[in-house]
């Protein structure tokens, strides 16, 4: 009898599986910017309120709304700096474009998710806060929420809003990777499209306040995030195709 060998395969790595471990990895690496950035918010803007208090003697708004702006424009350059600081470093690792856009795509959607669940936390430790002191806490810019206690209409207003920006930063730093600067800069109107589609569904921030102040009505939540959340799909699968045809060579 002769007896036959088995070789043991190694267990294949699914899209699935190897965007996790991509998810990770990158989480890690932008672990100190990130923390850095929510503390940096958190405590300069706890100074911001004492100061007004103490020059004032009371507040008439809400501090942390001045801060809704910020989230936004932070976000985007997290989007910005996937493909140059990854890309090349995955790919010459053998990961898949697929796999990297995957986990690119569930980076962004946690990354806003976690930003959006401490502004929501903060509007509400500051509602706590002026009831106790009876402050008036009026919000300076337009937002789905007329109150700081309706934790559900923040959390869909900046979660839509902050990956909106987070997709219009990848689209943009794509188009800068791929084809350099001038080409990359003549394309930032198609990577705002993201952008400029949530502003007008959501009227929400100074962009909103400007919308509202020129007769532009906001459509019906039934209707503006199934729309934001398509645009912000159709933006993450345009930077998937985009990132298909760059080869190793291109990479400098």
Same mark, same amino acid.
């Given at each position: 009898m002769t007896a036959t060998a088995t070789v043991a395969r190694p267990p294949r790595t699914t899209t699935t599986t190897a965007a996790r471990r991509i998810v990770r990895f990158i989480a890690y690496a932008l672990r100190a910017m990130l923390a850095g950035y929510w503390l940096l918010m958190v405590l300069g803007f706890a100074l911001v309120g004492v100061g007004m208090h103490l020059v004032n003697g009371t507040i008439h708004e809400s501090v942390w709304d001045y !801060?809704? *702006?910020?989230?936004?424009?932070?976000?985007? !350059?997290?989007? %910005? @700096?996937? %493909?140059?600081?990854?890309f090349a470093l995955m790919v010459a690792h053998g990961v898949t474009r697929r796999s990297f856009a995957l986990a690119g795509s569930i980076l962004l959607v946690l990354t806003a998710t976690a930003t959006t669940v401490l502004w929501v936390v903060v509007y509400q430790l500051e509602h706590v806060i002026f009831a106790w002191r009876d402050w008036? *806490? +009026?919000? %300076?810019?337009?937002?789905l929420f007329t109150k700081t206690s309706q934790a559900g209409l923040i959390f869909l207003e900046f979660f839509l809003l902050i990956l909106t920006h987070q997709v219009a930063g990848w689209l943009i730093g794509t188009g800068f990777f791929r084809w350099g600067f001038w080409t990359g800069l003549a394309l930032i109107p198609l990577g705002l499209v993201p952008v400029v589609a949530? +502003? /007008?569904?959501?009227?929400?921030? $100074?962009?909103?306040?400007?919308?509202?102040?020129?007769? $532009?009505?906001?459509?019906?939540? /039934?209707?503006? @995030?199934?729309?934001? /959340? /398509?645009?912000s799909a159709a933006g993450l699968y345009l930077n998937y195709r985009l990132m298909r045809p760059i080869g190793l060579k291109q990479i400098k």
């Open positions: !801060a809704s *702006q910020s989230p936004k424009y932070f976000s985007s !350059a997290i989007g %910005m @700096v996937l %493909m140059p600081s990854f008036p *806490q +009026e919000l %300076m810019n337009a937002h949530a +502003e /007008l569904l959501l009227v929400a921030g $100074w962009a909103g306040r400007v919308l509202l102040d020129a007769g $532009w009505d906001r459509p019906s939540l /039934l209707v503006s @995030v199934p729309a934001v /959340l /398509l645009v």
